[in-house]
């Protein structure tokens, strides 16, 4: 297995593996769209030994108060279920904080189940006073700092690239 930075010939694998890992096209749609609007900031693939992608991380701008701070989101994340369970989500989104850190970004959010991204480090956003327009995602919306200082003087809703407001969190 090789995690890795997307490359074109990725796509169509990409494509496939979140319209099979969620069992439905949106995902799959925002990634695409993220993609030609040129809003996608990093995609990170897990390959198998042929080549195949068998896991993605999708991160995109996030804008707070309308205001860019250099933060992204996370989101699609998916593996295929023939290889869950085997740390593979986990070295993804690791490998993307990694790239993302190099580049100078200074703090990742993600709406996703707090139980899983804790272990991975993210905190719940609201303890710094931020919020998505999703109702109902306080307890799911996280947030993992990158920069020291990422947090000073930020405070607010953060909103998501276009694309998101068309697809359903």
Not at 44 to 62: C, L, M, Q, R
Not at 102 to 125: H, L, W
Request: proline share 4%; aromatic share 10%; with cysteine.
């Amino acid at each position: 297995m090789l995690i890795r930075v997307e490359i074109p010939v990725d796509a169509s694998g990409i494509d496939s593996l979140l319209r099979m890992a969620f069992g439905r096209d949106k995902e799959a749609d925002l990634v695409h769209q993220l993609r030609e609007d040129g809003l996608l900031t990093l995609g990170i693939v897990a390959t198998d030994d042929e080549g195949g992608v068998i896991g993605y991380a999708a991160f995109s701008p996030v804008w707070i108060d309308g205001e860019d701070y250099q933060w992204v989101g996370l989101a699609p994340l998916a593996v295929d279920a023939n290889y869950r369970r085997q740390g593979i989500a986990q070295k993804l989104i690791y490998e993307g904080l990694d790239t993302l850190n190099e580049f100078s970004y200074r703090a990742v959010v993600v709406v996703g189940d707090p139980g899983y991204y804790s272990r991975v480090g993210f905190t719940q956003a609201a303890s710094a006073q931020l919020h998505c327009r999703w109702p109902g995602t306080e307890a799911a919306f996280q947030l993992f700092t990158l920069a020291e200082n990422a947090l000073d003087g930020i405070s607010g809703q953060v909103e998501y690239a276009p694309p998101f407001n068309q697809a359903a969190v």
